[in-house]
Structure formats: C-alpha cells, structure tokens
Nanobody
Framework: QVQLVESGGGLVQAGGSLRLSCAVS????????MGWYRQAPGSQRELVAA???????IYADSVKGRFTISRDNAKNTVYLQMNSLKPEDTAAYYC????????????????????WGQGTQVTVSS
C-alpha cells in the first residue's frame, strides 16, 4: 500500500518562501512520476508541477519561475520549493504518486496517479 505524507505548509507573508516535502513509502518511488496539486476553497484542483523518474519537469504557467519541483530517490521524497509566494497561491497542496509524464504535440503533460497524500495547507498573507 502506497503512503504519501506531506509536510512543510504554513502561513507566510507575500514574497516569502516555503518548501513542501512528500515522503513516499510502499512503492517503487524511483520508477514513478510524481505531481503536486493544489486546491483553493471553491476552486477545482489544479496541477502545480510534476516530475518524471529521470527528472523532467512541468509547471503550471502561474508558478513558472517561482516554484521548483525536485526529487531525492534515495530518500523517496519529492519537494516543492515555493518562492515569491502570492496570496493567490493560498490552497491545500497535495502530493500525487503513480502518475506518468508524457509528451504530446510539443508539450509535456502529467497523468495523475491513484495515490494521494492528506494535503498540507499553504496560506499566503498580503
């Protein structure tokens, strides 16, 4: 059974930084693509960033240049470094495992997997 445990959320002022972590157990972590999603109240869940098993990445346009996704296969952990945070980044952030990173019509895309973490809240004050 795959377990994902997120950490690192919190309250930060606009312009600040946070680093989210997602520790994965119970799966062949190094073989899987991983994704970070977020969901704000009243909004649909959206993909923030994803990383393939060899490190290829994709980002939502709204976070490009501010967020960085990375992984440490030795620690079975994926990270989301969030810089220059804005109030509109406020949301619950979820880690997703077991997905796939593909390439179509000149663009990469992430297909979400079936395993989710419990979420960690990020609140950015103005």
């Amino acid at each position: 059974q795959v377990q994902l445990v997120e950490s690192g959320g919190g309250l930060v002022q606009a312009g600040g930084s946070l680093r989210l972590s997602c520790a994965v157990s119970g799966s062949s972590f190094s073989l899987n693509a991983m994704g970070w999603y977020r969901q704000a109240p009243g909004s649909q869940r959206e993909l923030v960033a994803a990383i393939g098993n060899v490190g290829r990445t994709i980002y939502a346009d709204s976070v490009k240049g501010r967020f960085t996704i990375s992984r440490d296969n030795a620690k079975n952990t994926v990270y989301l470094q969030m810089n220059s945070l804005k109030p509109e980044d406020t949301a619950a952030y979820y880690c997703n495992a077991g997905g796939g990173l593909g390439y179509r019509s000149g663009s990469r895309y992430y297909t979400e997997g079936s395993s989710w973490g419990q979420g960690t809240q990020v609140t950015v004050s103005s």
